[in-house]
DNA sequence: ACCCCGATCGTA
DNA sequence: ACGATCGGGGTT
């Protein structure tokens, strides 16, 4: 397995984010390839948690690449966020597609059900994919093709084309 | 202490 | 279309 470094991470967030298309997302038992990502882009961005600057819950958001960011949601749900770009630059990839390359393959359609089904919950707010055993996401050379929509789920900056999801 | 609401999902 | 369910963050 190739797996992806801290370079891979800290760039630009929207390469990370079309280019962790593809990509095998590795967490103990289990693994899948990454087929949906939307990305959280700076100060500026009003739907990122960090719009408003640091806060104790989005502070690793500011932190450096690599770290995995994992929230809940609507309090039922976690999700899965990658650390992009410069320390004190708060900026995250959102994983929200998966696909299980189990016979028959699963289809994790959505942020929630990606991480119900790998069994990911705040114990892995914070830890290091590119340090950890159990938990990165690794080259496999996979290529594909992708579209380009407005992230889900939110209510400001829906002008973005910041959703990537593959093509079939 | 209180209130609003959210990067969701399953059911109706 | 809507309810579940709860913590984050702002306000009193």
Request: aromatic share 12%; proline share 4%.
């Amino acid at each position: 397995m190739n797996r992806l470094d801290r370079s891979f991470f800290n760039r630009p967030t929207l390469k990370v984010a079309k280019e962790l298309l593809g990509k095998v997302l590795v967490f103990g038992e289990h693994q899948g390839i990454i087929t949906e990502t939307e990305a959280y882009i700076g100060l500026d961005d009003p739907a990122s948690h960090a719009a408003k600057g640091r806060t104790k819950r989005n502070e690793i958001m500011f932190g450096e690449a690599g770290f995995a960011y994992v929230y809940l949601i609507y309090g039922m749900y976690n999700c899965l966020n990658f650390v992009t770009e410069e320390e004190d630059f708060p900026a995250a990839v959102l994983i929200r597609g998966l696909k299980i390359m189990s016979s028959p393959p699963v289809i994790l359609d959505g942020p929630g059900k990606l991480c119900r089904f790998l069994g990911v919950t705040r114990e892995q707010n914070n830890t290091d994919i590119i340090t950890s055993e159990h938990f990165y996401v690794a080259d496999v050379g996979n290529f594909v093709n992708f579209k380009a929509t407005p992230r889900i789920g939110i209510s400001s900056g829906v002008d973005k084309l910041w959703r990537f999801i593959v093509k079939f």
